[in-house]
């Protein structure tokens, strides 16, 4: 049993090794976000869509930042779920005091049965337009723009043989709560899996308009769970590709809890599981990341209950190694994103000493969740969204039941964008 815990350890060893790589590219790109930005003579066109179900803590923040772009032509389309929505009522209050001339509020008149009300209401959006718009920037409400988001995502766009330009989230909670830092360091990782295997990210996302004219992703839309992740495939097909912007790191200071992380997560699994090749990759990865330490664990277990020294003492060597591994990834990826967002002066300084030595004792909390959420994902043919529930039989196979208006729930405090 000693070999075998030897064994193990080598290979938790060079599991280590492996996502280490791939944290030194991620963060490479990230210490490369400075690039010129367009000219306002050569800025397209450009119309920016916000789709609402329910009132974000945030979409106050949202709208301004929004308004305040340094672009010289752009648009800004909101579409909001139902005339009673609590969003109506913060997106009016906006209109009243800033009476920009420049957005355009509208409801979602015929929600579709056939995908995510989300899709419905972006599908509307972008059917509206007219043909001047060169390109379609969208953003979720919990995204606060900075001056240049909108220019830094037209930048991207010149590229010929980009189709889609997105940017990333990265969590700065202002309360550090376990379900937060769950979702942190979560999210630590996953953004360099999207990185690695170009999954765009709705909340930050530009797809240029010929995309709409010469593909089918519109229809595709309109029969599906989401909006973003597809676009890899829907654009190679197209010979195009998806152009990560690493200025775009958005930081979002939202609470959430760990039952909420649990379903958001969940989600987000069942996206990557309907429409990313690379979900094989994802399911591999859940799997050798989650039964690596759990089988150093009992190994351990082992070498106690035969008085194995060996064995035990070759399994807590593993699992030391690999959490510490984990750990110390993750400080410069934090390093390169206050970077860039302290270009933007925004603050940073969000983790002191008692959080750090929190975010290391939620690391195996998190790997817990998340095993379980991946699992549950495998075979979810059923999800609730925002007070919506869809049966999912397949990618283009989503069926929502009987449309009902957003009623905000009393227990969802700030984590409602979850």
């Known amino acids: 049993m000693s070999q075998l815990a030897i064994y193990n350890f080598g290979f938790l060893v ?27 003579a050569e800025a397209p066109k450009a119309a920016v869509v916000l ?9 106050v923040d949202c709208l301004r930042g929004l308004l305040t772009q ?9 579409v909001v779920d139902h005339v009673d929505d609590p969003a109506h009522r913060i997106v009016q209050d906006v209109l009243n005091s800033e009476q920009p001339d420049n957005l355009y509020l ?5 929600p579709l049965e056939t995908c995510s009300l989300k899709c419905s209401s972006v599908v509307q959006a972008i059917r509206s337009l007219d043909a001047s718009y060169e390109f379609v920037a969208q953003i979720d409400a919990d995204t606060i723009a900075h001056p240049t988001w909108l220019r830094e995502l037209a930048t991207a766009l010149q590229d010929e043989s980009v189709g889609a330009a997105t940017g990333n989230r990265w ?7 376990w379900g937060a830092l769950v979702r942190y360091a979560w999210n630590a990782a996953a953004v360099v899996q999207m990185y690695c295997y170009r999954i765009a990210w709705g909340g930050t ?19 599906a769970f989401c909006e973003d992740t597809m676009l890899f495939a829907v654009l190679k097909r197209a010979g195009l590709r998806v152009a990560f912007v690493p200025s775009l790191m958005m930081v979002n200071r939202e609470d959430c809890d760990i039952h909420g992380f649990f379903y958001w ?4 699994m069942l996206t990557a599981r309907l429409y990313h090749p690379a979900w094989p990759a994802v399911v591999g990865h859940g799997l050798i990341t989650t039964l690596g330490p759990v089988a150093t664990l009992a190994l351990a277990c082992f070498g106690v209950v035969n008085q194995d020294n060996s064995a035990l003492a070759w399994s807590v060597a593993g699992l030391l190694v690999y959490q510490l591994g984990v750990v110390a990834m993750m400080p410069p990826m934090e390093w390169a994103v206050r970077r860039i967002v302290r270009h933007r002066s925004e603050p940073v300084n969000w983790l002191s000493a008692w959080g750090m030595v929190k975010v290391l004792l939620a690391i195996p909390l998190t790997q817990s969740v998340y095993a379980t959420a991946l699992a549950s994902a495998l075979w979810l043919t059923r999800v609730d969204w925002r007070n919506a529930t869809y049966d999912v039989r397949g990618s283009w196979k989503i069926r929502l039941h009987e449309y009902r208006p957003y009623q905000p729930v009393e227990s969802e405090g700030n984590t409602l964008s979850l």
């Open 14 to 40: 060079g599991l280590v090794l492996v996502q280490a790589f791939l944290v030194v590219g991620f963060v490479r790109c990230l210490l490369r976000f400075r690039r010129p930005l367009i000219a306002d």
């Open 51 to 59: 789709a609402l179900r329910g009132g974000d803590p945030f979409l």
């Open 70 to 78: 340094d672009y010289p032509c752009y648009d800004i389309h909101v």
């Open 106 to 110: 509208q409801f979602l008149t015929a």
């Open 171 to 177: 969590y700065m909670p202002d309360r550090l709560s």
């Open 205 to 223: 996302l530009a797809v240029k308009t010929k995309v709409f004219r010469e593909t089918d992703v519109l229809d595709k839309w309109s029969h």
């Open 265 to 268: 997560v969940r989600r987000q």
